[in-house]
């Protein structure tokens, strides 16, 4: 089994910055495909950013060239830099953990930017 914990997120004004960091549980850290996903207020979870096993990375076209994912095996956690942070990038951000074994998620962390 697998347990993920989100932490990092706050309140910033735009422009401003946060780094979001999941930490894992579990022996499957390195294998997994991981990836941040947010969900604002009435509307859908949608991908933020990836990362695969080998350390290839893809991000939705909103968060290009602002965020960066990255993971550390060794410590079993992802990160995700967030700058230049804008009011709609508010929203609950969960951390996913995917093998094809396990698709674990995240209880989630609070993310606002107040304009």
């Known amino acids: 089994q697998v347990q993920l914990v989100e932490s990092g997120g706050g309140l910033v004004q735009a422009g401003g910055s946060l780094r979001l960091s999941c930490a894992a549980s579990?022996?499957?850290?390195?294998?997994?495909?991981l990836g941040w996903y947010r969900q604002a207020p009435g509307k859908q979870r949608e991908l933020v950013a990836s990362i695969t096993s080998g350390g290839t990375t893809n991000y939705a076209d909103s968060v290009k060239g602002r965020f960066t994912i990255s993971r550390d095996n060794a410590k079993k956690t992802v990160y995700l830099q967030m700058n230049s942070l804008k009011p709609e990038d508010t929203a609950v951000y969960y951390c996913?953990?995917?093998?094809?074994?396990?698709?674990?998620w995240g209880r989630g962390t609070q993310v606002t930017v107040s304009s």
């Open positions: 996913n953990l995917h093998t094809a074994l396990y698709n674990s």
């Open positions: 579990g022996r499957m850290f390195s294998i997994a495909e």
